[in-house]
Nanobody, 127 residues
Framework: QVQLVESGGGLVQAGGSLRLSCADS????????MGWFRQAPGKEREFVAA????????YYADSVKGRFTISGDNAKNTVDLQMNSLKAEDTAVYYC????????????????????WGQGTQVTVSS
């Protein structure tokens, strides 16, 4: 059974960095495309970044492009999100998500694309 577990959230000052990690603790043999979403209080869950099953293709929301980097280890079904130059508006609960796929280059961008979700990790950026 797939169980996504995030780690690495916390409190950081504006301009600082955090690294989020997500792993499938269920250790399934299926390979996934994976992504990160975030949800701020009173707002809908929004796409942040995603990576294809092969790891060769990535996609970022415009709001984080150039500041965040997604990387993954497909053999281990893990995905990280390196967040630099953090801003107060990056404050949210960050969720890891995964979808099983045979498509090596598909980068899923929408909430409904994903089958599995982590429990979320809080990121707070103080200004």
């Amino acid at each position: 059974q797939v169980q996504l577990v995030e780690s690495g959230g916390g409190l950081v000052q504006a301009g600082g960095s955090l690294r989020l990690s997500c792993a499938d603790s269920g250790r399934t043999s299926t390979t996934y495309a994976m992504g990160w979403f975030r949800q701020a209080p009173g707002k809908e869950r929004e796409f942040v970044a995603a990576i294809s099953r092969s790891g060769a293709a990535t996609y970022y929301a415009d709001s984080v492009k150039g500041r965040f980097t997604i990387s993954g280890d497909n053999a281990k079904n893990t995905v990280d999100l390196q967040m630099n130059s953090l801003k107060a508006e990056d404050t949210a609960v960050y969720y890891c998500a995964a979808v099983p796929t045979y498509e090596r280059s598909w980068v899923p961008l929408y909430v409904n694309d994903y089958w599995y979700w982590g429990q979320g990790t809080q990121v707070t950026v103080s200004s």
